[in-house]
């Protein structure tokens, strides 16, 4: 420290904090061999708390606010110090910021996978990441503990201390969570509250909290994730068979989008594969002949007969079968232009124009022509 900051520091009696780094938990004031003058101004704005530490030993806690540094705002210091160079003398203390608002770019993540055991795919490998909330709830056990003298301790510092706990707890707590793998995106939020109450409770000792734990992924090895993939698809198609076609179809259009020597390599590889599938089908033996129908223990049924139906006397009659049908005819009733009708046909229509009834007038002569 050079003669300006020697004579700057008789002068300079506002003890403030403004924090422009965004990183920075602990910041210790700058003073020219730690003297602080009696009446200097301590500035302590929100989300800061000032600690005073004289010799190593914490002697006052500040809360937000502007104070006037004097005997009655500082009893334990005063104690300490004796007074015994009068009201005016310095003080040989040391003034530490904590910066108590919540640090929310922590990032955490696994980077060896969590072993666990699930009901339905057996030993698996797990790997998560996500982020979370850190604050100061306890200045003096923060310096104690963790701060020690430095004179700005960051956000880095810590973020690799908390990230190994994060990874200890991660395994009991999807553990004891009791939920399948598949349902583990469902139960982020629950895992990651008890996950946040299990870091604070850990980290008390140290004077901070874990106000938020946000898991943001939870995955599967790679080839765990393709083979759920394929599984799904095979759902999707609805068949084994209809998914290996599907994979084949796709395969050719490749190979026929892959001009060139890849290609041609691939439909001779398509053809061998057809022509070793086609010999193996012809090497095996054939099927045993089917064993014939046992003969029928009686004769089958008569074919059922059409039944018709004839306008006769302006008016519908029957059905008739075919017989008689030809015994109407034989008797006069059914004439060669009488109008008849069976199911199949699409109307009414004179007989003789029926070529199924024609042997029915075979025999019957036609009217006899009017004498003159």
């Known amino acids: 420290m050079g003669l300006w ?15 422009d780094s965004r990183d920075t938990i602990v910041w210790r004031f700058p003073r020219y061999q730690n003297e602080i003058k009696m009446g200097a101004k301590l500035i302590v ?56 608002r919540q640090f929310t770019d922590f990032k955490w993540g696994t980077q060896n996978p969590v072993m666990m055991r699930d009901a339905e795919f057996g030993m698996v490998r797990l790997r998560a990441f996500g982020a ?15 701060v020690g003298t430095d004179p700005q301790f960051r956000t880095e510092e810590v973020s690799e201390f908390i990230r190994q706990l994060i990874v200890g707890h991660l395994g009991p707590a999807l553990a004891t969570a009791q939920v399948p793998v598949l349902d583990l995106v469902a139960q982020q939020l629950l ?8 870091l604070t409770q850990e980290l008390s000792g140290y004077g901070v909290q874990i106000p938020k734990f946000i898991i943001e992924n939870i995955s599967l090895p ?6 759920l993939d394929k599984r799904t698809s095979m759902g999707v198609l609805g068949n084994l068979d209809a998914y290996t076609k599907f994979q084949a179809a796709n395969a050719m259009e490749d190979a026929a989008n892959n001009q060139g020597g890849a290609g041609e390599g691939f439909g001779l590889g398509l053809g061998m594969a057809a022509g070793q599938r ?23 049924p008569l074919p059922q007969q059409d039944q018709w139906f004839a306008g006769i006397n302006g008016q519908q009659a029957g059905p008739f079968d075919l017989n008689t049908l030809g015994a109407q005819v034989r008797s006069g009733a059914i004439g060669r232009g009488t109008l008849v009708w069976k199911n199949g046909m699409a109307q009414w229509t004179p007989a003789e124009q029926v070529p199924e009834l024609g042997p029915l007038f075979a025999a019957v002569p036609p009217p006899f022509p009017p004498q003159g």
């Open 222 to 227: 790679p080839e765990v994730e393709e083979a």
């Open 45 to 100: 704005r929100e989300s800061q708390t000032a600690v005073f530490v004289n010799e190593g030993q914490v002697a006052d806690v500040f809360t937000p606010g502007t104070y006037t540094l004097q005997t009655q705002n500082l009893p334990i210091l005063s104690t300490l110090k004796g007074w015994k160079y009068g009201f005016d003398s310095p003080w040989k203390a040391e003034v530490y910021f904590v910066n108590t």
């Open 132 to 146: 979370y909330a850190l604050r100061v709830v306890d200045p003096e056990k923060l310096l104690r503990e963790l």
């Open 5 to 19: 900051d020697k004579v700057k520091g008789e002068f300079i009696d506002i003890i403030e904090w403004l924090d």
């Open 278 to 300: 086609m010999a193996n089908a012809l090497s095996q033996p054939a099927p045993a002949p089917a064993a014939p129908p046992a003969a029928p223990a009686g004769p089958p």
């Open 191 to 198: 895992i990651g509250q008890k996950l946040a109450g299990v």
